[in-house]
Every structure is written in structure tokens, then in C-alpha cells.
């Protein structure tokens, strides 16, 4: 038992190892628990004890966040009733360690200036003198093992104390449990107002407050401001218990319900703002407002709030817009003009807002779509209800500021604008004032106008302006409220329709308010770059030297930054870096001297995306020598990078299994020609390699064999490629033409030939007009080129061996006006004939004044060339690795695919036709320059996606250059001797990989059973599991079942990183069968990542006649050869648009129970007999209908009597139709007496009348079965078989009937 007044921890006594001293409430292993890390300093009581007969000096040492103190006034000032419960001690587990937790109501009561006073070292005990001693835990969360601080669970501390007395020691090791109170309201806006309320009636709202942490919290709730005192009296603040509520206790993780009951008591406007503050951290405090407008009189509303009531932005960045939609509905009769304003906590943030043009609802890729008010990168969204931060408080300060939405432009409706009526004039005059930004169907406003019944959609973004570091909620949430209110007021110029108003409402109807509460919680990114200075030291020239920069993210939200600097020997990487909250990132910085340099200097600058006030810069010293003379290249030649100076090339990012394409000139310095050897290298085998283009004539000034190889081949390659960008949609429109065209009209030729043009707008690649002219070429899927093709009737030969050049033939392709020669390929070299398989070639007509020259080849030679360099040109300029992903329309994104398509396929054609030849050995002219076409393809798994390439391109000079060999023995005092002595040039490739991933989400589309003709929609999704934006193609096989599949947009996008788009298509079959379609769909960036979806469908011929009912079930019937029971309709219609000629005749069926058979009878007069049933049963449906629309009548129900009237007229006039349709109908008997044969008019109709007979000898109640057939006359395969029922009566039952 403890001593009177002692804590419970005071009888927990161990001896040390020597027993020269005890120590009381401090057991060897201790757990402490329930530990508050909001500013609450746990203090630990602990005692020492001298053992010995003499003096004794005690050593204490503590580590972690541990510290003793001799005397706190804290622990001083608690009485000694309060001492005996402030430690609970729970019993020792099997590893010896005691739980102890402290008493968090005693510890609030502590002053922290106390618990920060100095330690001490040591303690000075007499003979058996004990010293009570205060063990202080200072929890800090940067000293925690785990845990996780954004969902505020337990983290753990250790730390340990060791007491020692000479050689006798004894050490306690601690472990501490700790967690933070997170004190959170549900709504968050921590706002509710009650608007247009009447006095004298009572309004309830629910207020919740939530215990976000693992750990128990009290709480309190104080009013801090009110308007009316007095009236402070009808505001009740009540628990689930209808209790008054003033604060309590909140579990782990839970919550409580606060009722707020208001009763008006007068008119007017009343305000009381609240503070609920976490008990355990005065920090921890939110503020909430209660409001409600008051009138003697209840209003009918004008506009109604179709959104949420409350506005959470959640978790914001700084410098990001973030929006959210607000939708209002006019209930009124009269067009209604809305006004905003702000109110509230607005420091630091910059709001506007838009509404859409056509009022519709903007969807998710289009938010915001606002034009000045939003960057123009997408703005991101937060999740709705975000965790609050542990230093993220209410700053409300007053309700009386106000902030107005910055634009004052005014939008409103088409409708509005152009309507006559109510809000006509009003429309127009607001209309006037907006305006359309950037092509956006949205404008900027701070005045709405909304129609009668309509419903508008108002966009509100927000920015938080960022901090300076030196803030104290620098990096952390700050939590900021503020609510939009939006008054509603009749338009000027509206006719309302004339309502009786009491005296005095006329000035309460002037205006209407809503009240919209905001929340968001606001962090401004801060990033912390190290080290500050890069000291390179000294650095070889030709070697790579590399150092790394770290990147902090102090921030608690992820923070955006990318490396700027301007060099030509450093490198890093320049593409944006993403750090999670309170991570780093590390960025590798390269160096690569390429001339001698004693005090190099340069600053690379780290920008902070979201908080440019952040951007750190670094400094780079380092000092170039050249110790292996690799700086001699200078003097000889230069690498050009594309016309700077500069000894390495960055691809950027690339994609895996991607090729890219740079340009490196040589230039060279000399008088005199220079011959350079080139190899490639790089850790991947194939992954790069460099090229040279096709040399057009040699020295001599002649026409190289290599270039007319190419100029036979390159177009050969063109015309076989699947070349597809304006050839698919050439017949994708032209196919649409067709089907909306009339049988048998012409197709107009200039808009065919205006649907070849380019939607990109650059003509480099464009068609010329008459491409398709001969229609075997375009069946021959031409791709691409500059020339017209056409050919003869018979085939081409399979080899071609050189090109000729002839005056074009006036008729060979159409007008040749445009063009001035045609070139031959020809398989004989017999230049006066002109064989049938010749491929003509039309190059453009050269300008004004140039000498055709029609005997020689040297000028096609020439244009397939000059045609390949602008390829290359187009390839190297307009070749994407990151895909762009905004575009003015549908139409641009899709010719932006095909676009980048075709420049992918036109590297393989490029290198294939030997145009881009490996480069081995580059022979520079005198003062020329020769460029190097360098090749990038990486390979691998996704797993590399992130690394970075590193390759290297040797330079090796292989000829003497005479004239600059005198110069450099003088200048450096030695002979080169020979051009093998300087070092072998190491030049850099880099580039930052990554990975475009496709996915589908399904690899088998069963549309299951149709028939010919009939449409079905369908649609792909394309998902991209990439950060990267996918760019796709879907492709069909070609084949005949292939032309059913229709894609009506989309078949060539671009899908954002980690986002899906569906893309639909229409699947109408034109053969009926087993149809089972592959379709592809293509990842641009990555051919290997491509996937297929199968098509399936099971296609039946469309059915020619229509049965209403394929069973007739007849009831009871009597055994005998004579037609009983009751006559049954049998309803057959014809499907088709031509006349139809049926047969109905009956079907043995199998008997009944007990071998009884059901045979079908047609009466004598089959058709009178079906109408007079058809018109019977039509009768009684209308006697109940006129019965239900007397009543309906009577009651006064007058959507019921539009609706029975309307049925009515339905079944009148389809009665009608009926029996005119059937006296089209003709229905004969044939010879036998027991078949029908019925003639349908086109889409006729006919009822025929049918009997049973069941033969005798069955029991009483027995099932019976019978068929009737149905088939076309000349078509017995094809049968519908119509079912027929019945009972069989008993005998006893039937004879005692007829004897009566």
C-alpha cells in the first residue's frame, strides 16, 4: 500500500546492483502510456534512497526526451489528495515492464515555464536520506520510432535513465506511448444559419464534434460574441439526451451530437459566434457560427439550393486553383437576378468565379474550365472532408469583413439573352456585359440571371496566396472559413404574374438570401535545398564528375519543384519533381567540362512551383583542366547541340520501347577536310545509336548509287506502308457520306478532296488535290506524300530498277498544272518505252526560271531526297515523348494522333530505304558541317520507369589536319605527329525514362444474339496506369466483318496519366452468322504494350412475320370430335416492307395425361369471327377506362383524366387501324380443309379465330397439348410453332349437363 498522500507508483522500490541506494516508482522497464503530445509535459515522481552509513553523491543521466528536476513548483502545487490518483499503475507483464499513465486533468493545470527550467546532474544524499525527484518526459514528434502522424495513432519514444553512485549503477529504460488530440467539427464549415425563418416557430440543426485521435479528449464550449444578449436566451445547445451540453469527454475516435434549437423571438438578424477548444491543446480550438434572419411573415422562396449546403475544399496547396460547383433552380415565375459576396476569414486567398454558358453542368476534365480565373494547367481537386493539421486553427476573426468576387463581368443564358417575356430585357442587358474566355464555354460574374424553372450552375475557385517562411504556420494547415452569401432579387424588366401581396411584404420580398459556409484548409508548400554550394573540385576535361543535391519537402502537403539553370557542360534534370509531404528527393548533377576553365562558376536555381517566394539557388564551383588534351578536338571541329555549342544532348523524357530523335552537327573549323570516326556506347546494347544521311552526289558533283537507291526506295516503302493519318479518315467521311447520300447520287469530288486536308494546319506533309483520282491507289492504302500516283491497268512488277524522267502526259493523273515532270520507275532501262506497270511519280513544278532538264534523273533523284530531309525535318521537330493533353476539339486531338503516328512509322521507312545510314566514319568538308542523327530506343520493364539513361558517343579523329599543325607545336610545344596520339572525345547522351502502360477494361465485348442490320452501341475503355498521358489508335483488322464496326469519335486520343476514357462505337452487322472481331487497340508510345478486344455476336436473319402470343391456352374442353372450349385469337403481323404470303396449319402433338390429343379447328368464318373477338375484348377495356374517367371526373384529378383520355383515343383508334388492316388481310382455305393460307399486305395484320377438339377417352382434369405451325408459303425451314392448352372435362359432369 502506498503512504497516505503518495502516488501509486511509490511502492514499486528496486535496490541498485551493489545496494548502496534504492529508488522508489521507478521500476526497471516502464511503459507510459496515454501520453498527450499537445504541450502536456508528463511528470514522474520518483524517489532515491542513500542505503549506506555515509554520504553519497547520485549521478543521473538521461537520454531521448527524458530530463530530472529536484524541484518543480508543478508537481509542488499539487495537493496531496491529487497525488495519491495521479499515477495509475497497471501490473508487470511477463517481460517485467510496468504500465504507468499519469493523470492528464492534473497536468493541464501545469505552467510549461516550469517544466523547461534545466535538469540536473547529480544529487547529494546523507546517510539514509531519501530526495524525491521529478522524472520530466518533453515529447517531441521528431524523436518518434512510428506511428502515423497524419491519422494522429500512438507513436512511440524510448529513452533510458541511468543512476549511478561510483561502480553501482541502476538503469530503467522507458518506453513512451504518445499521441496527439485532433479536436474536429462535422460540418466543417463550422457554420449554420438559419435563413428567412419566422418568428415564433422553433428550427433545429445538428452540429457533431468529432475525436479524430487515438486518444481520449475533453472539450469545452464557450460563447465568446453575441449581437443580443437577450436574445441569447432562445438559442439551446442540447446532447442525444435533450440535456443542455456544455463540453465533455470524447473517446478514441468518436464523436457526439450537439443539438441546436433556435426559436425566433423577433425580427431582425441575430449572430452568435461559439469556441469549442480541446482541453489538452489550447491550440487546438474551433470556432463556429450560428446565424439566423428572422421575418414576422413565411416567404415563399424564389431559388432553391440544389447542391450541398456546405462547401468543403478540403486539403489546398497554395498557388493551385481548386474549385467546386454550387447549383441554383429558380421556383419562382419570374427570372431572378443573383448577387454574391463573400464574407469571412479571406486573408491570402483569391477567389472568382463563372458560370457556364449553356448552363450546363461542367464535367470532370473541365474543371475549372475558367479562362483568367484558373492557370492554365487543369485545376486539381482535393477529397471533401480532408484531415485537419495539428497547427490548423479557425482564424475567424469577424463576420463584418467582406470579400467581393473580383471579376465584374455578368453572364446569362442564350435563352436570357435573346428571350422575349419575362427577363427579357434584363437578359439582354446582362448578356451584353459578359463575356466567353479563350473558347471556354464559361465567363466570369459576380450578377447571375436565371429564368423561370431554370436551373444555372455557379463554379467557385479559390487560390491561397502563399507565405513567407518566416509565417509560424509556414508548411503546416491553417484552417480557413468564410461563407458566400447570394441575395435573390426579381430582374429589372420581368412581368411576375400578377399575386395578391399583403401590406408590408413588399419590402421583406425584395430580396432573398442564401448562405453558403466554405471551408479549406490552406498549406503553403516550403522545400529546403542542401548543400547550398557544390564544390566540384578539379575536373578532367572529357570526364563525367557527378554530385546530388537533396530536396526536403518541410511542408504537410506535396510540393512541386524543377531545376532551372542555363550551362553547357552541367546537366540535371529538368523536368518537374513531385516530393511528398515531409520526404526529400535527391537530384543527380552532372558536370562535363569541354575547355580549360581555373574559376568556373554557376548557379543552378531549385524553383518552388506552388511558392516561388521559396526557390532556393546553389551555387557550382569547380576548376577545368585538361590533363589528357581532350580540349585539342576544339581547335579542329565543334559539336553543335542544335546550333549551340555544347559537348552532350538530352533526350528529356523518353518512353520505354520508344524511339526519339536528336540532331548533333559537326562543324568543322579547319581549311582543310576532316575524316571522324563515330561509335556508339551505352549500358543497353541497341538502346541508341548514331546515323548519317544518304550523301546526294559525291565530290565530283554526280549523283551517288546510295541516293538513287533511296530515291527507287523510299517511295516503294510510302506506297506499301499502312500509312493511315488522312487515308482512314478520307474513308471514314466518305463512308458517312455515302450512307446519308440518296441511292444513286454522285459524290461531290471537292469535298472529298477537302477531306484529305490536315487538321494541324502545317502543309509540309499535306496531299496534294487529286491523291486520289485513280481508285486502284487508294485501295493500295497510299500513305503520305507529296507525290500524285497513278498507274496502268496491269500490274506493277515486283522489282524496279531505275528512274526516268518524262514530260507528264496531260491525262496521266488529272491536271497537271501544278506539276512539272512525272518520274518513271521502270524495270527496263529502255528510256523510249513505257511499260504498263510504270509508277509515275509527279514532282512540283520547279520555280520561275529554272532550266527543266528532262534528259538525266538528277532532279527526281533530288526531290525524293529533299522530300526525306523534310520527313527528318517534321520527325525531329514535331516527334512528342510526352504527349500534350489540351486541344481546341475532338478533331485536333485526333489529328494530333495520326499525326504522331505517321512521324513513328516514317522512322522506320527513313532508316529502312537506307536514307539513315549507320554512322561509321563522317568526312566534314573545309569549313563544313555534317549533321549526326543520333537514335534513342530504351528498353526494358516498367520497372526502369524513373531511372536515368546514360550513354556515350566517341569522336576519334582519323586524318592529319596539315594546316593546324604548326600552329599547335608552337602553341603548345610539342608535334601531334599524328592524329592518333590526341584522346578518343567522349560526348553524352542522357535522357529521363519512362513508361506509358495501356490497359482495357474488357478484353471480350459479347453482344450476344441480334439480327442483320440491327444496331447495337458499344465502348471500349482505354485505361492509362501511367503518370505519363497515353497517346492510343484503335484499329480494325480490314476485313469485310470489320466495315460493321463504326467509331463515331475517339478513336484517336490521348489519355491523361492515371485516368480512363470510354470510347463508344456502333456494331450494325451486315451478314448473319457467327461474328467474332478482333479490334486493337495501339499504344503509340509503346508498341509492345498494345492490347485487343474481341467482338462477339451471335447474327440471325431479321424474322419476316410477328406472332403476338406463341401460346393459346383454351381451358376446359370437352372430349368428343366437335370444337369446344373457347375460341382464341391467333395475331400475325408482317415484318417486312413486301407483301407475304403465310401458311397456318396444325401439328400432331403428343397427347395429354392420359393419351387424350388436342387438334386445332378454324371455324367457317375464321376472320368475322376473330374481329368480333378482338372487338369484344377492346369493348370491355373501354368500359372500365370510361368508369375510371367518370371518377376522375368527379375528383377533380386532372392529370388522371388527361391520362384515361388519352388511353382512350389510343384504343378507339387502334381498334380502327385493326379492323382496317385486317380487310387487307386475305385469309383462304386450302383443299384439305384443316390449313389456312393468309396474305399480308406490307407491315399488314391479320386475327384469325382458333378451336380445339380433344379426342375421347381421357380422365377427368388431364393436361392437353396441341401445336398450330406457322410458315411463309415458299419457306417451310423457317417455322414458328404457337403452343396449345387445355383441360379435359370430366364425363360424369359433362352428361349430367347435357341431360338438363
Known sequence: ???????????????????????????????????????????????????????????????????????????????????????????????????????????????????????????????????????????????????????????????????????????????????????????????????????????????????????????????????????????????????????????????????????????????????????????????????????????????????????????CTSGVWYSRDIRFKNVSDTAVVMRFRVEGNTAGLTMKSAVRADGTDPGASDVPALAEALTPRRASLADDGGSEGLAATDDIASEGGSAELSSRATAADDGAAGGSGAGGEAGRRLAARGRAVHGHKAALFDELLI??????????????????????????????????????????????????????????????????????????????????????????????????????????????????????????????????????????????????????????????????????????????????????????????????????????????????????????????????????????????????????????GRLTDAARHVARRLPLLERQAAMHSNIERFKERTAGEAEARPPGSPSPPHRARAALALASGDDRLALPPDMFIDKSIERGHVCLSPFVRTRHKSTLPPSLAYLDVAPAASNAAGSTSDYKHVVRIREHRDADSHPAGALLLTLPRAEAGATPDTGGDDEAVAGVIGRAEQILDEIIDRLDMVPQTLFASPEAEDAYVRRQVDLHKYIDLLEESGYLRPARRVRLAALGTEPIIVMLRPAGAADRAGQRFDGNLYFRLVDRPGDLATYADKAHGTAFGSTDQLPVRRFLVQASLLHSELEIGQKSINVGNMQVDEPSRKYLVVQNRSETPLMYAIRKTGSIASGDIRFADNRYGVVRGFDSRKVGFVFTPSLNGVYNEQISIANVLNAHGSKRAALKAVVRRPTKFYIQSLHLDFGEVEAGRRPSGDAQVLAIKNMTAKARRLVVRPQAAGGGDAGATLEARFPADVAAQAARLVDRETEEKIEALEQKLKIAVRKNRAEKVDKYRAKLGKLRSGGEQAAAQAAQAQVRRLADDRQLEVELAAGGEASIAVVVEASAGGRSGSALRGALVVHEAKDTDNVKVVELTARLKGQERSSRQTGS
Open 451 to 700: 429564368k423561370a424553372g431554370a436551373v444555372r450552375t455557379m463554379t467557385l475557385a479559390l487560390m491561397g496566396n502563399p507565405i513567407s517562411g518566416a509565417s509560424v504556420s509556414a508548411g503546416q494547415f491553417a484552417r480557413q472559413s468564410f461563407t458566400l452569401f447570394c441575395e435573390a432579387s426579381t430582374a429589372t424588366g420581368a412581368q411576375p404574374t400578377p399575386t395578391p401581396t399583403p401590406p408590408g411584404m413588399a419590402a421583406e420580398r425584395s430580396a432573398e438570401r442564401l448562405s453558403v459556409p466554405c471551408t479549406a484548409n490552406m498549406c503553403t508548400p516550403f522545400v529546403r535545398v542542401t548543400p547550398a554550394l557544390l564544390e566540384f573540385g578539379s575536373v578532367d576535361v572529357g570526364t563525367l564528375k557527378s554530385l546530388w543535391l537533396r530536396v526536403e519537402n518541410l511542408a504537410q502537403v506535396e510540393a512541386t519543384v524543377q531545376c532551372k539553370l542555363d550551362s553547357k557542360v552541367i546537366t540535371c534534370t529538368r523536368v518537374p519533381i513531385t516530393i511528398a509531404p515531409l520526404q526529400s528527393a535527391s537530384v543527380r548533377v552532372d558536370i562535363y567540362p569541354r575547355r580549360i576553365n581555373a574559376r568556373y562558376r554557376k548557379q543552378i536555381i531549385v524553383r518552388n512551383m506552388h511558392n516561388r517566394h521559396n526557390d532556393n539557388v546553389v551555387e557550382v564551383r569547380s576548376i577545368h583542366v585538361d590533363r589528357r588534351r581532350v580540349a585539342y578536338h576544339n581547335l579542329f571541329y565543334h559539336t553543335l547541340v542544335p546550333n549551340n555549342e555544347q559537348n552532350f544532348v538530352d533526350f528529356g523524357a523518353v518512353p520505354l520501347n520508344t524511339r526519339s530523335l536528336r540532331r548533333v552537327n559537326l562543324h568543322n573549323v579547319c581549311r582543310c577536310p576532316l575524316s571522324i570516326e563515330v561509335a556508339a556506347d551505352a549500358a543497353d546494347a541497341g538502346a541508341f545509336a548514331a546515323y548519317v544521311r544518304v550523301r546526294l552526289r559525291d565530290s565530283a
Open 1 to 315: 500500500m502506498a503512504e497516505q498522500g503518495q502516488p501509486a507508483n511509490y511502492p514499486l522500490r528496486q535496490q541498485s546492483a551493489e545496494g548502496q541506494f534504492s529508488v522508489r516508482g521507478l521500476p526497471p522497464r516502464v511503459h507510459l502510456d496515454r501520453v498527450y503530445m499537445n504541450g502536456l509535459h508528463t511528470l514522474l515522481p520518483f524517489w532515491i534512497t542513500n542505503d549506506t552509513a555515509h554520504e553519497l553523491v547520485v549521478e543521473l543521466e538521461t537520454t531521448g526526451a527524458l530530463k530530472v528536476q529536484e524541484q518543480n513548483a508543478n508537481w509542488s502545487a499539487v495537493g496531496a489528495a491529487q497525488r495519491e490518483a495521479y499515477v495509475d499503475v497497471a501490473p508487470a507483464v511477463a517481460d517485467g515492464e510496468v504500465t504507468m499513465a499519469c493523470s492528464a486533468t492534473i497536468q493541464r493545470e501545469y505552467s510549461e515555464v516550469f517544466n523547461q527550467l534545466g535538469g540536473i546532474a547529480s544529487v547529494r544524499l546523507a546517510a539514509h536520506e531519501t530526495a524525491e525527484l521529478v522524472l520530466l518526459f518533453v515529447v517531441d514528434a521528431a524523436d518518434a520510432d512510428g506511428g502515423d502522424g497524419q491519422r494522429y495513432e500512438y507513436e512511440t519514444f524510448r529513452g533510458h535513465v541511468q543512476v549511478r553512485a561510483g561502480a553501482d549503477t541502476y538503469v530503467v529504460t522507458l518506453r513512451a506511448s504518445a499521441c496527439r488530440t485532433v479536436l474536429e467539427m462535422d460540418p466543417p464549415t463550422s457554420r449554420i444559419y438559419v435563413d428567412d425563418c419566422v418568428t415564433g416557430r422553433t428550427y433545429e440543426r445538428v452540429l457533431r464534434v468529432r475525436n479524430a485521435s487515438a486518444i481520449g479528449l475533453d472539450w469545452t464550449m464557450t460563447v465568446v460574441e453575441t449581437t443580443d444578449s437577450v436574445s441569447l436566451s432562445s438559442l439551446q445547445l442540447l446532447d442525444s439526451d435533450m440535456q443542455p451540453l456544455s463540453g465533455g469527454h470524447l473517446g478514441a475516435r468518436s464523436d457526439t451530437q450537439v443539438l441546436v434549437r433556435y426559436t425566433a423571438q423577433a425580427a431582425g438578424e441575430f449572430l452568435c459566434r461559439f469556441l469549442v477548444e480541446n482541453s489538452n491543446d489550447p491550440a487546438n480550438a474551433r470556432y463556429w457560427v450560428f446565424r439566423a434572419r428572422a421575418s414576422q411573415r413565411q416567404k415563399p422562396r424564389r431559388v432553391e439550393l440544389l447542391s450541398d449546403a456546405d462547401i468543403s475544399f478540403g486539403d
